[in-house]
């Protein structure tokens, strides 16, 4: 459709908005209301221009303009909502006109009117739209002489967000994003008119993806209370990275000041995260800066750890090394590891010739599926089959199904990026939850969305796959019929199925029968790559746990803390050399002879493999973490002191070793990352629990740390235990108790939730990256109160 | 703010109220309801609070949030209980040019309460209302949802009067016009002034 | 109706043509009249009867088409156009709404119609319904209007008794049911799409147009939105022929309207008139003139910008042309007389603050503009502390506000702001020069 932009003609495919014809064109026009991936609602009429548009006659010929003999141009008798109006044909618009300056000088105004003057205060300065647009549309000075509109400025909404009342424009981005994007209507206007305002009497705005409503509100109302009055907008350093909370591998940014994380914001990757993250992923990176990080290389010296230089450090480990025979080391990183670590770790293995490596936590299947599903073909599948706590394991699953099941496919981007102002997206659209079928051994989120789900016992995916498979029942029979119906199916698979070789196997035929694509949920953010490079025991037998009971004699980990569990401290114990590479002092660190200062997530450069098989960079923020190093720095220190150089003793090492077999240069990969085929792994097998009184899930926020990440732990009073209100009354425990509790060998402390989603006789808890998902005996007996919960009379 | 004592589920014991205002909308208009169980909760406890609102939310299986929302858009819900006697006096112009201004002024004065306020015995509450849809016939009071139309001072007095002995009085329809039956409004011939302002 | 084209009479155009007679308005005020008993006994359900079991759906659309009827609700939509709208029938459940919300100052037409003649809407509905394959409707009534309410609600169960309402009428497969709906307070409900969604039960913002209530109306369905004398007209438009009803008004405006005469007049009340009568005819000879010196009226409810109170005005014919040519609308009929006595710029306040109360907030004109700073102004200028600029300001502001707003509430409050200041400037000036009104307060309350 041919349209003009004032002086510049464009060609737009039908259904585009006005606004975007602007921005295409490469003029400018102000918005508030708008938003990427959400409806136009035409609320804050920033967008106003003149608008015209030709005519036709009767016969279908234009109506022509005698003067010029073109078709004559219809103006509108008032300015347009641009972000509204649908092109036409021969559409003219005018952003340059008076009638559109004072149209849009009038509502800039309006919208500052009632707006306190604290910009000086407000965390938002600098990055704030209607300051920008103030600047750019304002007359600068204000006619507006009443007191302004007075209102709550502190106003905790949850744990984790603070609304300021005041600053509030009314655009009405943060209540359509939860109605739009996840679908949880926890946000509401309250009273009307010049009273209107932003409120929720939920307590703590219960939904896994609240804080992207404070990347998207354009004034400083909505914040993020991690980083509330920690900084200015322009003093932070802003970092592109990838997260490494879960398998997605969604776009975050990284903002750090003086050396420290304060906060992270989602980051736009228009075929994985969209604009949005989960909570987890948000709010969880607090540990990162807590004071009592691993800063430098310590020893144990008479029983003690001692600081000392990476150059004592690696000199006393290479010592150790030498005196071992073949395949005596054991060498284990977490599954969030970077690829780049995973080869460093490789060659690392390779020069001491041992096959017992591995990553962990993994399952006993691969993650890597023949079929395998990519986030759009999700988010535009017809039909879909979760065997799995996709909002848990990979909160990011979960916000795409939505996508889904509203039924609108992802945008064409255009010349100035994904469009803002989607015509085809609608307020409080009907969603096709006809769709979405859910199983999982217990009442997981996403059930909420879907017109059919399913609660199984625990253990028994098999069984339930054998159904569908056979179509031995009509559920069964309804799932598969639709699953081979829909032109697009696919079946989300997480680490119920995925723990079980057998129903891994059943998945997978099952696609294969109804031609369904599969998305695996790995285990962690990089679970696909380091599979797909191989960093995996040579044998079963020197899989990661069998590393911990004996099958080692000298040991180097990463990010694990096996120590947790009490029975594998001891056999640790009888280690030659027990090296642990983290961030904080733990259970293992405390038998360790050498800890070593790692890094986090956020400070590593590397790549990573989401459960797309995409390749995403990990960049560094500027942060101090003091002289600690990721894997593939200590393989260098390392082989420095065994007078080696190692491949992969740097990140630009590993990548050109990567670059030889992956035929990709992962310094050069495009924001929105590549994917590449993959070929599934030689995963050995582990050995999984097939009983137990207590099943470990996934969570989104990360256990691990919880208990540094304040407002995390805050919000969510700490990692839960979750079980049936009859159970907990059995078992006389009451809400908000809080309990130490020995589980499957390992200690934990928990808050006890009642929940009525928990099957009677089956406890919930969040798995660790030792303890993971799976069954476990959780000992009654052990039970300790630490913490009454307060009794409400 | 949610009573610390446990409230009883308002719908539990009106089920059939319940099950009637359900049943006016179709399944897929559930959520049409929320109005009508605002309404019959409003009527009996002269209020909304939150617990009601967290129990409406559970029956249409939406948020109470959105109940909130909903709720709050409306001048005739109220979060705070009214009196037993709730006092509208419609302020928008034609009940103003009838003198609703100064009958607001002498309705405050008697009760001691101004636009928004209930007493402490729960007997009357003001509220300033904007048009009621009766200007042919102002100044208009309405109470609870009785009509008053035409109040005068002394009306308005024994009205007052009338509310604090317990009784609601019958209200009466004064009109000129169709509205008073068709019969009585015939044109006045020959009284057709010519000028507008003489 | 026979083919020879005879002379066309003259069309009714005054209360005092004996031809003319009150129709919708007989039975109002007459008592019992809301009653089953009552309507069945004069002549009430025969029009539904007509329609369903004499004429095809496109033939009543096409009869309301032709007796040139536009809505009374205010924005006057020729009716049969907007019923023949309706997409083609594919097995979707239509909807008709009537919109009895009624909120606009200055209108009371339909109350009376709710309260005292409760069957002849809900013959109207059933013949709107039928026009266009609408088996439900749904009636949406202001929550102030309880007695009406209550009327409506037991009229609508002893017409489902009397099996007027439900499966086969008229011993036709036609069914047809009523949805009785009470708002709470709202003006803009009256708004058709704010409507449709405090009916479902959401905040009561207006919906973007496109779509229009026809392809996405009530719960997302076909939808045609139309106020109480709208449909209730339709029982009387197929009762007597379009040709009747076109007998009435002038070429532009047909049939007859109803006139609410509020203020200062000696007779105020609500009058059926025919279209094309003059406003003195209506404010003198009906509503009997000022009780006082009047400076002023508003032609229509509100939001129609007002008159000054001269021949020029009083002589023009009550229809949507020269309403329109003269600058204002006839919107709902509800006449106000402005006193001379009373301060313009306190009566606008009154307006500006009826508006910035019912503003529902959703767009930024409207919620900052209207309900905001509006208000402000005025209520500075009536302190008496009004400053040189201030006008010109309001001016300014007026026009930011005017034809940018989401729906047309902000131009209901802008235009008679307009429209006061373009007539009545010299009281402004006054106000803001003096510190004080030309026309100080005085008690208006009678005893
Ligand atoms: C702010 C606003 C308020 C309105 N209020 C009413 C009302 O109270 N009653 C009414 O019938 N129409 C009202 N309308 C007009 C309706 O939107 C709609 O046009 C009308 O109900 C259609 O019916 P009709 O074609 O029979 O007139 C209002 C419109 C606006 C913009
Ligand atoms: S809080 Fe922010 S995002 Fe929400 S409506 Fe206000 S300005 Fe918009
Ligand atoms: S009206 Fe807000 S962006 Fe168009």
Redesign the pocket.
């Given at each position: 459709m041919k349209v003009k932009v004032n002086d510049v003609e464009l060609d737009l495919a039908p259904g585009t908005s006005a606004i975007d014809a602007v921005f295409a064109a490469g003029y400018d026009v102000p918005y508030f209301c708008s938003q990427e991936y959400m409806s136009p609602i035409g609320a804050c009429r920033m967008c106003l221009a003149v608008v015209g548009a030709p005519r036709k006659e009767r016969d279908g010929s234009w109506t022509m303009d005698e003067a010029t003999g073109q078709p004559k141009i219809f103006y509108f008798p008032n300015p347009m909502a641009t972000c509204t109006t649908a092109i036409m044909e021969g559409m003219v618009i005018d952003t340059l006109s008076d009638v559109t300056k004072k149209a849009q000088g009038g509502m800039m105004e309006m919208h500052l009117i009632n707006h306190p003057l604290d910009c000086p205060t407000c965390d938002k300065g600098g990055a704030c739209e209607l300051q920008d647009r103030a600047y750019e549309y304002g007359s600068g000075h204000s006619r507006f002489i009443f007191d302004k509109r007075h209102n709550e400025k502190h106003h905790a909404l949850s744990e984790l967000i603070t609304l300021d009342r005041e600053r509030c424009i009314h655009c009405k981005r943060c209540v359509r994003y939860f109605e739009e994007v996840p679908g949880d209507e926890v946000l509401d206007f309250i009273e009307r008119g010049g009273h209107t305002f932003i409120g929720t009497v939920e307590e703590g705005l219960p939904s896994n993806f609240s804080g992207n409503i404070t990347d998207i509100c354009p004034v400083g109302a909505l914040l993020d209370t991690t980083s509330r009055f920690r900084g200015r907008n322009w003093e932070y350093d802003h970092t592109r990275s990838t997260s490494l909370d879960d398998a997605s591998g969604s776009a975050i940014t990284i903002d750090a000041r003086t050396g420290r994380i304060e906060r992270i914001k989602a980051a736009l990757n228009t075929q994985v995260n969209k604009n949005w993250i989960d909570d987890g992923t948000r709010f969880g990176h607090e540990y990162a800066a807590s004071s009592d990080r691993i800063k430098t290389p310590m020893l144990r010296k008479n029983g003690k750890l001692e600081p000392v230089t990476w150059e004592e450090a690696t000199l006393f480990i290479s010592e150790k090394l030498k005196k071992l025979s073949d395949n005596q080391l054991g060498i284990a990183l977490r599954s969030d590891a970077t690829l780049e670590e995973g080869v460093a770790a490789k060659s690392l293995a390779e020069y001491l010739k041992t096959g017992q490596i591995d990553h962990y936590p993994r399952y006993a299947s691969s993650v890597i599926s023949a079929n395998p599903a990519s986030f759009n073909d999700l988010a535009t599948a017809g039909a879909i089959f979760v065997m799995a706590d996709a909002t848990e394991e990979v909160p990011m699953v979960d916000l795409r199904i939505k996508d889904a099941l509203k039924g609108v496919t992802p945008p064409t981007l255009m010349a100035h990026g994904v469009p803002i102002a989607d015509l085809r997206l609608k307020e409080r659209m009907p969603r096709k939850t006809n769709i979405l079928s859910v199983a999982a051994p217990y009442r997981v989120d996403l059930m909420k969305y879907a017109a059919h789900s399913m609660v199984y016992p625990t253990g028994t995916e098999v069984e339930v796959l054998k159904q569908i498979i056979d179509a031995s029942t009509d559920a069964g029979k309804a799932l598969k019929e639709s699953l081979s119906a829909a032109e697009k199916a696919v079946i989300v698979l997480g680490a119920f199925v995925l723990n079980s070789a057998e129903a891994s196997k059943l998945a997978d035929d099952l696609a294969k029968a109804t031609g369904a694509k599969v998305m695996k949920l790995g285990a962690m953010a990089n679970s696909f790559g380091l599979e797909s490079q191989d960093v995996l025991p040579a044998k079963a037998d020197y899989s990661y746990p069998n590393m911990l009971s004996g099958s080692a004699k000298a040991l180097i980990v990463s990010g694990l803390n096996p120590a947790q569990n009490a029975e594998v401290a001891q056999a640790l114990l009888k280690l030659e050399l027990l090296v642990v590479h983290d961030l904080f002092e733990n259970e293992t660190t405390a038998l360790a002879h050498v800890v070593l200062p790692a890094k986090s997530g956020y400070e590593k450069e590397g790549t990573v493999v989401n459960l797309e098989g995409r390749y995403l960079n990990v960049n560094p923020a500027p942060v101090d973490g003091g002289q600690a190093v990721d894997f593939t720095g200590f393989v260098k220190e390392l082989g420095d002191a065994l007078n080696e150089r190692l491949e992969g003793r740097s990140v630009r090492s590993a990548r050109r070793l990567l670059k030889k077999s992956l035929e990709l240069d992962l310094s050069e990969l495009p924001l929105e990352g590549t994917i590449a085929s993959a070929k599934a792994g030689k995963v050995a097998g582990l050995k999984t629990n097939t009983s137990g009184n207590a099943l470990l899930v996934p969570s989104m926020v990360r256990s691990e740390y919880l208990n540094r990440n304040a407002h995390l732990f805050a919000s969510t009073g700490g990692n839960a235990l979750r079980l049936h209100p009859a159970d907990a009354a059995s078992h006389n425990l009451s809400a908000h108790d809080v309990i130490s509790v020995s589980v499957g060998g390992f200690k934990r402390r928990l808050s006890v939730q009642p929940s009525e989603s928990v099957p009677e006789g089956m406890m919930l808890l969040p798995a660790l990256p030792d303890q993971p998902v799976g069954l476990v005996q959780l000992d009654l007996n052990s039970i300790k109160k630490e913490q009454v919960a307060l009794e409400v009379a | 703010m949610v009573e610390l004592e446990t409230l009883k589920p308002f719908f539990a014991e009106r089920q059939d109220v319940l099950n009637e205002i359900l049943g006016r909308y179709p399944d897929y208009g559930r959520r049409s309801a929320v109005m009508p169980l605002l309404w019959e909760v409003q009527r009996e406890e002269r209020q909304v609070n939150e617990a009601r609102i967290h129990e409406i939310a559970e029956i249409l299986g939406i948020q109470p949030t959105e109940v909130k929302g909903v709720m709050s858009f409306y001048s005739t819900y109220h979060e705070h209980a009214i009196g037993k006697y709730h006092l509208q006096i419609c302020s928008t112009l034609a009940c103003s040019l009838a003198g609703s201004d100064e009958m607001y002024d002498f309705i405050s004065e008697e009760t001691g309460l101004v636009n928004g306020e209930t007493d402490r015995q729960g007997l009357f509450s003001i509220q300033k209302v904007e048009c009621l849809g009766s200007c042919t016939t102002a100044p208009v009071l309405q109470v609870n949802d009785t009509y008053y139309e035409r109040v005068g001072k002394s009306r308005c007095q024994t009205l007052l009067e009338a509310f604090r002995r317990g009784e609601m009085p019958e209200p009466w329809r004064e009109r000129y016009g169709d509205n008073e039956g068709a019969e009585k409004a015939k044109p006045l011939q020959n009284t057709i002034k010519t000028g507008g302002n003489a | 109706m026979s083919d020879a084209v005879a002379e066309k009479p003259k069309a009714i155009t005054s209360r005092h043509d004996p031809r003319f007679e009150v129709t919708l308005y007989k039975y109002i005020g007459v008592e019992n009249s809301h009653t089953l008993e009552f309507y069945q006994s004069h002549g009430g359900y025969e029009s539904a009867k007509k329609a369903i079991t004499s004429m095809k759906p496109v033939d009543v659309v096409e009869e309301m088409k032709k007796s040139g009827i536009?809505?009374?609700?205010?924005?006057?939509?020729p009716?049969g156009l907007?019923w023949s709208f309706m997409p083609p029938v594919d097995g979707r459940q239509r909807y008709i709404v009537c919109?009895?919300?009624?909120?606009?100052p200055g209108?009371c037409k339909?109350r009376y119609v709710l309260e005292d003649d409760p069957h002849q809407l809900i013959e109207g509905m059933i013949i709107a319904g039928y026009a266009i394959s609408a088996t439900k409707g749904v009636l949406y009534i202001?929550g102030e209007y309880y007695l009406g309410y209550e009327r409506l609600y037991k009229a609508i169960q002893d017409a489902k008794a009397a099996g007027l309402l439900g499966k086969n009428l008229f011993g036709t497969d036609f069914e047809y049911e009523i949805i009785l709906h009470r708002g709470a307070g709202a003006?803009?409900?009256?708004?058709?799409?704010?409507?449709m969604n405090s009916f479902e039960g959401f905040r009561a913002n207006?919906r973007l147009k496109p779509p229009f209530p026809a392809q996405a109306g009530v719960y997302s369905l076909p939808t045609t939105?139309?106020?109480?004398?709208?449909?209730a007209s339709a029982v009387h438009i197929i009762g007597k022929g379009a040709d009747w009803f076109s007998g009435m008004g002038t070429d532009d405006s047909k049939g007859f309207h109803h006139v609410q005469v509020s203020g200062p007049a000696k007779r105020r009340g609500v009058y059926e008139v025919p279209m094309g009568i003059s406003y003195r005819e209506i404010i003198f000879d009906l509503a009997g003139g000022p009780t006082e010196e009047v400076k002023a009226f508003i032609p229509g409810g509100s939001?129609c910008p007002m008159f000054p109170f001269t021949d020029q005005y009083l002589d023009m014919p009550m229809e949507y042309a020269s309403v329109a040519k003269a600058g204002s609308m006839l919107g709902?009929g509800g006449i106000m007389l402005i006193p001379q006595n009373k301060c313009m710029v306190d009566a606008l306040y009154n307006v500006v603050r009826f508006y910035a109360h019912?503003s529902c907030g959703k767009c930024t004109p409207c919620r900052e503009g209207v309900s905001t700073w509006l208000p402000s102004m005025y209520k500075k200028m009536l302190a008496g502390l009004g400053e040189k600029g201030d006008l010109e300001l309001l001016e300014d502001v007026s026009s930011n506000i005017r034809g940018r707003s989401f729906?047309?509430?902000a131009d209901?409050c802008i235009m008679p702001v307009q429209a006061s200041i373009k007539h009545f400037r010299p009281e402004y000036e006054y106000i803001i020069e003096h510190g004080k009104s030309m026309y100080p307060r005085q008690s208006r309350w009678a005893d």
């Open positions: - | - | 536009r809505g009374r609700g205010g924005a006057g939509f009716t907007k919109n009895a919300d009624e909120s606009e209108s339909d202001r003006y803009i409900c009256g708004e058709e799409s704010a409507l207006p939105v139309n106020n109480v004398t709208s449909l939001s709902t019912e729906c047309p509430l209901a």
